[in-house]
């Protein structure tokens, strides 16, 4: 008989695995474009360690030089990352049982690993070995492929004629619409996607990323039913 340790780490890695093979071409694309600004296949090991974010890499790699605008790349993937601060309030009552654990499992709080974690949240409590399991394994491709693209170098020349610079933005997407709950849901992803794509379109910068999820949280807010506690209160 199988151990429930051995079942959610298991069921971590299954629920994670779609959004992790859909990141292999941007990861791919990841390290080759770094290894073309003269990162070494070490280097781009330690930056996919230690920072850990697609989008942040990335525009990291594109605003790369010799010397590195350091107070630049902090202050874009600040921009960029603050959507973390969301998603680690969305997901901080469910984790806290973690102890201290829930320390290190915040590094693997990817956008992946927090949706497929918020998904479990809704049939039953997340464990340290269900969160684990999808984050190490995220984890562990996203060292692999990064550093195979750095090593192999611009396999491809024109990734968008292939179709793969779209790889992430459906990955997005995809995990989006794993929230769908019925029509009670669309106005939160219309808002969401309406407003980032304004800003976008009129403040420069990577402000867009926070822009979107405060809209979609103030309109998840504005139209969620009242639960039966409060109603009863």
């Known amino acids: 008989m199988r151990s429930p340790v051995v ?3 298991r069921d971590g ?3 994670v695995f779609p959004p992790v093979f ?5 990861a791919l694309i990841m390290g080759s474009q770094a290894a073309a600004k003269g990162l070494s296949p070490a280097e781009v090991l330690a930056m996919s360690t230690i920072v850990f974010a697609g989008a942040s890499q990335f525009l990291a790699v594109s605003l790369w030089s010799s010397p590195a605008p350091a107070l630049t790349l902090a202050l874009a993937a600040f921009l960029i990352n ?5 998603m680690g309030a969305s997901i901080a009552h469910k984790i806290e049982h973690f102890g201290a ?4 499992a915040v590094h693997f709080m990817t956008d992946e690993v927090w949706a497929v974690a918020e998904r479990r949240a809704l049939r039953r409590p997340i464990t340290p070995a269900y969160w684990f399991g999808a984050g190490i394994f995220l984890f562990s491709a996203w060292q692999l492929f990064t550093v195979l693209g750095a090593v ?3 396999f491809v020349k024109e990734p968008e004629r292939y179709g793969l610079d779209f790889a992430f933005p459906a990955i997005f997407i995809a995990l989006a619409l ?3 709950q ?3 849901t669309a106005p939160v992803i219309a808002a969401s996607a309406l407003v980032a794509v304004v800003v976008h379109l009129l403040v420069p910068g990577a402000w867009y990323v926070l822009a979107g999820a405060l809209a979609g949280c103030a309109v998840a807010i504005v139209t969620a039913k009242p639960t039966e506690e409060a109603a009863a209160a």
């Open 101 to 104: 654990w829930r320390y290190p």
């Open 152 to 154: 192999v170098g611009s």
């Open 182 to 184: 019925g029509w009670r």
């Open 82 to 86: 603050l959507r973390h601060v969301l």
């Open 13 to 15: 890695v299954v629920d």
């Open 178 to 180: 794993g929230f769908w």
């Open 22 to 26: 859909a990141m292999i071409p941007f």
């Open 7 to 9: 079942s959610d780490i």
